[in-house]
């Protein structure tokens, strides 16, 4: 069974990884151009979506509660990555 500290880490190499392929991404193409400050708020938005994920697989015990959690989660992250990539709901999270 898994530490605690163990999920943390291993939850932490997973966001470095995601955040490595734009990282990569920029050193081959000018079409990605990300700054520091975009770096840092996927990092936090990708942070947190793996510890409440983690939180969710360890609290919630019925299969269809903890998938339909899940789900939400990512449903959610993945709206509000597209709202501050193209703001596609015009609020000003985005700059609208």
């Known amino acids: ?3 605690k500290s163990n999920r943390l880490i291993g ?22 151009n990300w700054t520091l ?6 990092g936090i938005l990708l942070l947190v979506t793996g510890l409440i994920c983690d939180f969710i697989l360890r609290k919630v015990k019925k299969k269809e ?10 449903v959610l992250l ?3 990555w597209a709202e501050l990539a193209v703001g596609i709901f015009g609020t000003p999270l985005a700059g609208s």
Do not use: E
């Open 1 to 3: 069974m898994k530490t």
């Open 65 to 74: 509660n903890r998938t339909a959690l899940i789900i939400a989660i990512i």
């Open 37 to 42: 400050a975009d770096f840092v708020i996927a």
């Open 78 to 80: 993945l709206l509000v």
């Open 11 to 32: 939850i932490v190499i997973f966001v470095v990884a995601l955040l490595f392929i734009p990282f990569i991404a920029m050193q081959f193409s000018d079409d990605v």
